[in-house]
């Protein structure tokens, strides 16, 4: 088992930026792929970005290319995203997810409970 906590959420306003933090505990490994996945209200879970995990293999869906990037210190157990350019639509749940494929987001098993990003207009 692994467990996954985020941490970083908050409201900022559109064109801010924010760090998510995610600490893996348990069974980490460092095999592991790494990703973040939102959710709005009334949306479905979307995948955001993936890493495997030597980073050298990344996902980023279409709107996020360019302002977010996920990045992962292995030796502490940790993924990182970094979101800037923040806008509106940004605005979701963020939940940190560990599994056994980059870009399959039904490879990923694990997840962690969630961090609110509101991003204000």
């Known amino acids: 088992q692994v467990q996954l906590v985020e941490s970083g959420g908050g409201l900022v306003q559109a064109g801010g930026s924010l760090r998510l933090s995610c600490a893996a505990s348990?069974?980490?490994?460092?095999?592991?792929?790494m990703g973040w996945f939102r959710q709005a209200p009334g949306k479905e879970r979307e995948f955001v970005t993936g890493?495997?995990?030597?980073?050298?293999?990344?996902y980023y869906e279409d709107s996020v290319k360019g302002r977010f990037s996920i990045s992962r210190v292995n030796a502490r157990n940790t993924v990182f995203l970094q979101m800037n350019s923040l806008k509106p639509e940004d605005t979701a749940v963020y939940y940190c997810?560990?599994?056994?494929?980059?870009?399959?987001?039904?490879?990923?098993?694990?997840w962690g409970q969630g961090t609110q990003v509101t991003v204000s207009s």
């Open positions: 997810a560990a599994g056994w494929a980059v870009r399959d987001p039904n490879a990923y098993i694990y």
């Open positions: 348990g069974r980490t490994g460092s095999t592991y792929a």
């Open positions: 890493m495997n995990w030597n980073g050298e293999t990344t």
